[in-house]
Structures are given as C-alpha cells and as structure tokens.
Nanobody
C-alpha cells in the first residue's frame, strides 16, 4: 500500500501564492509519475500538472506559466508551487502517484482564492 499525505492548502487572495506538498510512504518502490489534480465544486476532477521520474513535466493550459511542479526523489515528495492565483483556481487539490501499474490518490487539500 501507498500512503500520500498532502499539505499546504488554504485561503489566499487573488494574485497570491501557495505551495502544496505531497509525501509518499509505504510500498513506494518504483514510483513513476507524480502529479496534481483538482476538482472544483460541481465539476469533474481535472489534471493540473504531472512530473515523470525523469522530471519531464506536463501542465494544463490554464496553469501554464503560473504553476510549477517539482519532486524530490530522496524524500518521495512532489510539490506544486502556485503563483498568480485566480478565483477560478479554487478547488480541492489531489496528489496522485503512479507506482508500477497502480494509481494512488491523496485525501485532497482545499485551496480557496478570494477575489
């Protein structure tokens, strides 16, 4: 089993910044892609950003230039630096980790951006 613990969510004004962290533990041998997804109220979960074990990154168009994903393989942790936040970024943010052929999800952390 893989456990994911997220932190860093909260309330911020538009234009502000937040940094999310997600630490993986447990049966994590062979972690591949790590990423962040988000789900706004009444909407489907959508990809925000992913990063492979080789540090190749992929971003949703809506966050390009504002968000940066990174990972520390020594700590089995993935980060999401969010700058220039907008009210439409308000959502529950979920960490996701791919280990072998399985995908594991964090419990989610709320990010609220006020206008």
């Amino acid at each position: 089993q893989v456990q994911l613990v997220e932190s860093g969510g909260g309330l911020v004004q538009a234009g502000g910044s937040l940094r999310l962290s997600c630490a993986a533990s447990g049966s994590i041998f062979g972690i591949n892609t790590m990423g962040w997804y988000r789900q706004a109220l009444g909407k489907q979960r959508q990809l925000v950003a992913t990063i492979t074990s080789g540090s190749n990154t992929n971003y949703a168009d809506s966050v390009k230039g504002r968000f940066t994903i990174s990972r520390d393989n020594t700590k089995n942790t993935v980060y999401l630096q969010m700058n220039s936040l907008k009210p439409e970024d308000t959502a529950v943010y979920y960490c996701a980790v791919n280990v072998a052929i399985k995908m594991y999800w964090g419990q989610g952390t709320q990010v609220t951006v006020s206008s």
